[in-house]
């Protein structure tokens, strides 16, 4: 893929308003900005999704940055490759570490698309010309929740994804259904519960729940598998599904009924594509996760979410869910609902470099 250098660039930005789950609070989020330019002076773009804290997953911003500077990107110095998969390829000899390896597979993916002068939707085997836009409430009390609920549901927003834990989840849950009894919505709760909670699980069976997302363990797969069978919801897994492997395995126990993707987690586009390969062809829905994150990783999901089996409105919001102004330009939008899966070469989107000044507090820059 002739590349001439990598560079890398940490940002931060506040968010609007505080994301809560029973996990903490984000209230700022750093990020890693790739751009991968090749001898041409044609360049890829990927976002590092890595947290400043290691609350999600394993990873940090700090951990990112030494696995791109000391180990991957010396990996691609050393190997030249001629497609973004086998960038995939050579990341394996790395254990785990998925959203290092995917913010640069992801800028080689967006480069890759661009030395073809194809939109990357395209070179993904998308098929999608809009995908259907869902979001996120993450707050502390019902009278917030239903605040948000109802300016997400003016802006477009065809589903709401809630957060939930132990204590506040029926009654919760009870109160929303109450306002909106028809709306699409679906609980997440980050690993909030155990197996000694089945009855409280069950309960929630009642609330005709799209789905609930990773219940138990981050790291498990047969205690869901054991959930699922007496719990009508569907359950979806998020945090347990670090691999094509892994899903692979969950489907074949019967631990999950969707699946959420997020590059970032598996390691890059590469893997993410093949899970939903695999999913597709096993009739295992599935829909496109979100980290909270700047236009560049928005722009790779919206690429992602235009494969055919990606049938459930996403994570995918509007830059302006999150952010008074993105990184990106034109801002992702959602109009009735939906967001236009661009036509431009690559991503299609371009960085706002004003907004990039404004924001950026590091830059590392790696010539080949
Ligand atoms: O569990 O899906 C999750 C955000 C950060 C980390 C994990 C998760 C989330 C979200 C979605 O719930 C956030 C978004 O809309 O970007
Ligand atoms: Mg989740």
Request: glycine letters at 6%.
């Amino acid at each position: 893929m002739k590349i001439a250098q990598v560079k890398l660039y940490v940002i931060q930005m506040p968010l609007k308003s505080p994301f809560l789950t029973h996990l903490g609070a984000v209230t700022h989020r750093e990020g890693i900005i790739v751009k991968i330019t090749d001898h041409d002076g044609c360049f890829g773009l990927g976002e590092g999704v890595a947290f400043s804290t290691p609350w999600y997953t394993e990873e940090t911003v700090v951990t990112s940055l030494h696995m791109m500077t000391d180990i991957l990107i010396p990996l691609l110095k050393k190997h030249r490759i001629q497609r973004p998969e086998e960038a995939a390829q050579l990341f394996k000899s790395v254990r785990r570490n998925n959203m290092a390896k995917a913010a640069l597979e992801t800028a080689l993916w967006d480069l890759y698309a661009k030395q073809r002068s194809t939109p990357l939707s395209v070179i993904l085997g998308g098929t999608r010309p809009v995908i259907a836009s869902g979001v996120v409430v993450a707050t502390d009390s019902t009278a917030n929740a239903l605040n948000q609920i109802e300016q997400y549901l003016e802006a477009g927003y065809q589903r709401i994804k809630l957060k939930i834990n132990p204590n506040q989840d029926y009654t919760f849950l009870a109160e929303i259904r109450k306002v909106y009894p028809e709306l699409p919505i679906m609980a997440d709760a980050n690993s909030a519960y155990t197996l000694k909670d089945m009855e409280r699980l069950k309960a929630l069976d009642e609330f005709n729940l799209l789905m609930i997302e990773q219940p138990l363990a981050h790291d498990d797969i047969i205690e869901h598998a054991a959930l699922q069978k007496e719990i009508r919801t569907p359950i979806c897994l998020d945090e347990s599904i670090v691999s094509f492997d892994d899903a692979r395995k969950a489907i074949e126990l019967g631990s999950c009924q969707v699946i959420n993707i997020k590059a970032g987690r598996v390691g890059g586009l590469s893997e993410a594509k093949q899970i939903h390969d695999y999913c597709f062809a096993n009739h295992i829905p599935v829909w496109c996760g979100g980290m909270i994150e700047f236009g560049i990783s928005r722009a790779h999901n919206i690429a992602l979410a235009s494969l055919p089996g990606f049938t459930i409105p996403g994570d995918i919001s509007a830059s302006n869910r999150f952010w008074e102004e993105d990184i990106i330009l034109p801002e992702v939008q959602v109009e009735n609902g939906y967001i236009k899966v661009p036509d431009a070469p690559g991503i299609g989107f371009s960085i706002n470099e004003k907004r990039l000044k404004e924001t950026v507090l590091s830059t590392r820059t790696f010539q080949f």
